[in-house]
């Protein structure tokens, strides 16, 4: 049975930064595409990055430059470093692998002044 355990959000003010991380657990991790997302107030969740096993990180466009996803196989852990910070970024994030299983509780990220 998959967990995902995120963490390392908080409120931030605008331009600042965060580094979330994401514990996982139950399944075969170094093999697995891994993503994180976001789920804004009366939004529907979306993508904003993911990594493949070997390190290959892809972005949407509202975070290109700005948010950096990045693994650790030993640790079964996928960060997001999130440089630059927007009240748009303001959500709950959550980390899953792709394609998707359960959902863990996410972080949530409050950027605000």
């Known amino acids: 049975q998959v967990q995902l355990v995120e963490s390392g959000g908080g409120l931030v003010q605008p331009g600042g930064s965060l580094r979330l991380s994401c514990g996982v657990s139950g399944i075969v991790f170094s093999i697995r595409i891994m993503g994180w997302y976001r789920q804004a107030p009366g939004k529907q969740r979306e993508e904003v990055a993911r990594v493949t096993a070997d390190g290959r990180a892809s972005y949407v466009d509202s975070v290109k430059g700005r948010f950096t996803i990045s693994r650790d196989n030993a640790k079964k852990t996928v960060y997001l470093e999130m440089n630059s910070l927007k009240p748009e970024d303001t959500a709950v994030y959550y980390c899953?692998?792709?394609?998707?299983?359960?959902w863990g509780q996410g972080t949530q990220v409050t950027v605000s002044s």
């Open positions: 899953n692998q792709i394609p998707n299983l359960a």
